[in-house]
T-cell receptor
């Protein structure tokens, strides 16, 4: 079962920041939050991940609340090519390994 | 381009048949994971292979099996195909266990009729 809940869809104007929320209220202390996106007809693409602290890379920023029950992915200057389904994922430990538990994702549409 | 290639890209099979899907992982990656993605849903973890051994499995029946070869490429085999097996099958490779930053292939679209 998915451990995350996300809005089904969102719109954002081109050039503006896109803020994608995610709830993961049952996350455990050692479980990471990952974000991937999937552009139509392609395989998912890794964006960013984090545990407690906020993270930033060349693609996006990840803001995790202090209680770790929710997070926000920020695309600072959205372009039309950022239109995709964005998945917020929790990495859980299973036996001696880890699994990514995916939800249904948010369909983000960037409008000109 | 992620360096992960899957074949074939599309496949149509009849219920009850068997199918083999293939994946070549990115150079330097020793871990391969397989996912099933039904239309409109997120990917569901099938299993992971690390150094040629199954190393983690999701909630899929034994008729879903796999192999990893010494060059770290991998196969997913599905026996006794059912209509509900129709989906996009994704392969992802990573440098090590833990499903850290994984690189996905384009997937194989399987249709069971």
């Amino acid at each position: 079962d998915a451990k995350t809940t996300q809005p089904t869809s969102m719109d954002c104007a081109e050039g503006r920041a896109a803020n994608l929320p995610c709830n993961h209220s049952t996350i455990s202390g050692n479980e990471y939050v990952y974000w991937y996106r999937q552009i139509h007809s392609q395989g998912p693409q890794y964006i960013i991940h984090g545990l407690k602290n906020n993270e930033t890379n060349e693609m996006a920023s990840l803001i995790i609340t202090e209680d770790r029950k929710s997070s926000t992915l920020i695309l600072p200057h959205a372009t039309l090519r950022d239109t995709a389904v964005y998945y917020c994922i929790v990495r859980v430990a299973v036996d001696s390994n880890y699994q990514l538990i995916w939800g249904a994702g948010t369909k983000l549409i960037i409008k000109p | 381009e992620t360096g992960v290639t899957q074949s074939p890209t599309h496949l149509i099979k009849t219920r009850g048949q068997q199918v083999t899907l293939r994946c070549s992982s990115q150079s330097g990656h020793n871990t391969v994971s397989w996912y099933q993605q039904a239309l409109g849903q997120g990917p569901q973890f099938i299993f992971q292979y690390y150094r040629e051994e199954e190393n983690g499995r999701g909630n899929f029946p034994p008729r879903f099996s796999g192999l990893q070869f010494p060059n770290y490429s991998s196969e997913l085999n599905v026996n006794a195909l059912e209509l509900d097996d129709s989906a996009l099958y994704l392969c992802a490779s990573s440098r090590r266990q833990g499903n850290t930053e994984a690189f996905f292939g384009q997937g194989t679209r399987l249709t069971v009729v």
